[in-house]
């Protein structure tokens, strides 16, 4: 399977077939009723606990890298003054990220959905492994980025500003980067700066001998990503509005230029981080497999793009392991799903 995908062997079952298989899972989990019912405590601390779902959580290869990587300092000992007060704004930015810079969000994630634990957790593109590696130079915008530039590309792409209120990410100099920049600042407190952190990124998954399938990657969802996410990738909200399990495609979730849009990337992230009751489940094939099927649904159009999808496969993903430009199930994927409407945000802390 290795090379061009194909349309037989890539497709993923009908709509029909998988929610079915989803539902009866969701059924079995009680309908996700006490998912709904605790949202608020798991969006707040970036888990969903063992006991919710009865499982005992295996541990990770980011949890076991957490006993002996780099430790940013404890919550308790953000300082008391003006300092601690950007700390504490920047990180319900990063948490909170809807609510707190509203205006150029468009869509239902926080950066804290990719970035787990608050920044904090290894193999989880951790904050303080990220700060200490800029400025360097990235061959996506080929340029030297500055952390307020890369921020920048996360509102851009993973945020879709684009479908914001204000229809782009905060300008620079804003108070926004301002603050994410003191928080991550503080979570690398004495961590070596130009050095390459044990737990930084997402890791890596090396990909199967056999590639990848859709309809196996449909079954390993509704197996163990459909009770949270939701049968059809929708995501879960609490009583607020906010999303306590984020939409993993359609119009409110990543768009087509971010990283998670990359099959690898996607992998890497899912054996290493899911399914939050149990890390570590999922064999390499099972990460794999899943991430390509989340990653053949639709999402929104890549900012970047000019011309045809065909154009910006050729100027922005040529070379990607993605089926961006491809034929999935008869329909051309990338021509983007529509953005959600920007509705008024919660008043925060509600």
């Known amino acids: 399977m290795q090379g061009e995908p194909q349309n037989r062997d890539r497709s993923g079952p009908t709509h029909a077939t998988r929610g079915g298989a989803a539902r009866k899972l969701i059924v079995a989990a009680g309908g996700g009723i006490a998912l709904a019912a605790l949202g608020t405590l798991a969006y707040e601390l970036d888990v969903l606990p063992a006991w919710l779902v009865g499982e005992r959580v295996v541990e990770t290869?980011?949890?076991?890298?957490?006993?002996?990587?780099?430790?940013?300092?404890?919550?308790?000992?953000?300082?008391?003054?003006?300092?601690?007060?950007?700390v504490r704004r920047g990180r319900e930015i990063f948490t909170n990220?809807?609510?707190?810079?509203?205006?150029?969000?468009?869509?239902?994630?926080?950066?804290?959905?990719?970035?787990?634990?608050?920044?904090?957790?290894?193999?989880?593109?951790?904050?303080?492994?990220?700060?200490?590696?800029?400025?360097?130079?990235?061959?996506?915008?080929?340029?030297?980025?500055?952390?307020?530039?890369?921020?920048?590309?996360?509102?851009?792409?993973?945020?879709?500003?684009?479908?914001?209120?204000?229809?782009?990410?905060?300008?620079?100099?804003?108070?926004?980067?301002?603050?994410?920049?003191?928080?991550?600042?503080?979570?690398?407190?004495?961590?070596?700066?130009?050095t390459k952190l044990e737990g930084v990124g997402f890791g890596s998954v090396k990909k199967p001998v056999g590639g990848y399938d859709l309809d196996r990657g449909a079954e390993v969802f509704a197996d163990n990503c459909a009770v949270?996410?939701?049968?059809?990738?929708?995501?879960?909200?609490?009583?607020?509005?906010?999303?306590?399990?984020?939409?993993?495609?359609?119009?409110?979730?990543?768009?087509?230029?971010?990283?998670?849009?990359?099959?690898?990337?996607?992998?890497?992230?899912?054996?290493?981080?899911?399914?939050?009751?149990?890390?570590?489940?999922?064999?390499?094939?099972?990460?794999?497999?899943?991430?390509?099927f989340l990653d053949s649904h639709e999402r929104p159009k890549d900012p970047r793009q000019k011309g045809s999808v065909e154009d910006n496969r050729k100027a922005n993903h040529d070379g990607d392991e993605t089926l961006y430009g491809q034929t999935v199930n008869g329909k051309l994927i990338g021509v983007g799903a529509a953005a959600l409407p920007v509705l008024p945000s919660p008043a925060a802390g509600q």
């Open 61 to 86: 290869a980011a949890q076991d890298m957490d006993k002996k990587s780099f430790q940013p300092p404890d919550e308790t000992d953000i300082p008391d003054d003006e300092f601690g007060a950007a």
């Open 228 to 292: 949270c996410h939701g049968v059809e990738g929708q995501g879960q909200k609490d009583i607020n509005g906010r999303y306590t399990f984020p939409p993993l495609w359609g119009g409110d979730s990543y768009n087509w230029g971010a990283g998670m849009a990359r099959i690898d990337t996607a992998a890497a992230f899912i054996k290493h981080n899911m399914p939050l009751s149990q890390p570590g489940k999922l064999t390499d094939q099972q990460a794999w497999d899943v991430a390509a």
């Open 97 to 194: 990220t809807g609510t707190a810079a509203s205006t150029h969000v468009g869509n239902g994630l926080s950066c804290s959905n990719c970035h787990l634990n608050s920044g904090r957790q290894p193999l989880s593109a951790p904050m303080w492994a990220a700060w200490v590696t800029y400025p360097k130079y990235r061959s996506k915008n080929k340029q030297i980025n500055t952390m307020e530039d890369r921020v920048m590309g996360c509102f851009n792409y993973s945020m879709n500003a684009q479908a914001s209120t204000s229809g782009k990410a905060p300008p620079h100099g804003d108070d926004i980067y301002r603050d994410l920049e003191t928080y991550f600042y503080w979570l690398a407190t004495g961590a070596p700066t130009n």
